[in-house]
């Protein structure tokens, strides 16, 4: 599996900035003022000096928006660029966190990645972003709030045994969610439907 908590790299967590008790939170993505980095970014500024140096706020991906992100970014941040391959296999599981403050994505592919990574993820409350972290998988905050955010990241900053609750519950969700998994479900929605019509089909042909 290309996203897995087997590819976290201790190499990878110094070069970034962080000790075994550090907290890495990550974002993917494009870097564009639509996926709601303003807010992310303000959101880390509080959560960083909530918790001076228990933290590192760490972007892979490129984009438009990237010197004005650097610009705005706290002390610290790092941005990796764009990532691929094992490259960013390792990004993923080697963070603690991961963040989706957007709001115009249909369906954030980067989410399930995060949640396969075994992150803990914080998004905003929106579409399918919602639906995917209900149930205990992760935590929201208002759309656009960005003290939601922070409060939301400082929570899991400040208690691991619920940030691993959340790692666990979403990567136990991810393994149903396989594309196969996915097929079989719709395959088994179509036999019942198929099923009903049939037998009501019947029942109005019958004297």
């Given at each position: ?111 399930l990645e995060a949640m396969s990574s075994g992150l803990a993820v914080v998004g905003a409350e929106y579409g399918t972003t919602t639906e995917l972290l209900d149930e205990g998988r992760g935590l929201t905050f208002p759309s656009g709030d960005a003290d939601g955010m922070a409060n939301r990241i400082l929570e ?52």
């Amino acid at each position: 599996m290309r996203f897995n908590p087997r590819y976290r790299s201790t190499a990878l967590r110094e070069r970034l900035g962080a000790t075994p008790d550090t907290v890495i939170v990550a974002y993917v993505g494009r870097i564009a003022p639509e996926k709601g980095l303003d807010v992310a970014l303000e959101a880390m500024h509080k959560v960083m000096g909530a918790v001076p140096g228990q933290t590192v706020f760490a972007l892979a991906g490129d984009g438009p928006y990237e010197a004005h992100c650097r610009a705005a970014a706290p002390a610290g941040t790092v941005f990796m660029g764009r990532i691929v391959g094992d490259d960013l296999s390792a990004f993923y599981a080697s963070a603690d966190m991961f963040v989706f403050p957007s709001v115009t994505d249909t369906f954030g592919n980067v989410l399930l990645e995060a949640m396969s990574s075994g992150l803990a993820v914080v998004g905003a409350e929106y579409g399918t972003t919602t639906e995917l972290l209900d149930e205990g998988r992760g935590l929201t905050f208002p759309s656009g709030d960005a003290d939601g955010m922070a409060n939301r990241i400082l929570e899991l900053v400040r208690a691991p045994d619920a940030r691993a609750a959340l790692s666990r519950r979403a990567r136990a969700y991810t393994e149903q969610a396989s594309w196969d998994a996915i097929f079989d479900e719709l395959v088994g929605e179509y036999m019942t439907v198929q099923g009903s019509g049939g037998a009501a089909g019947r029942a109005e042909q019958s004297p």
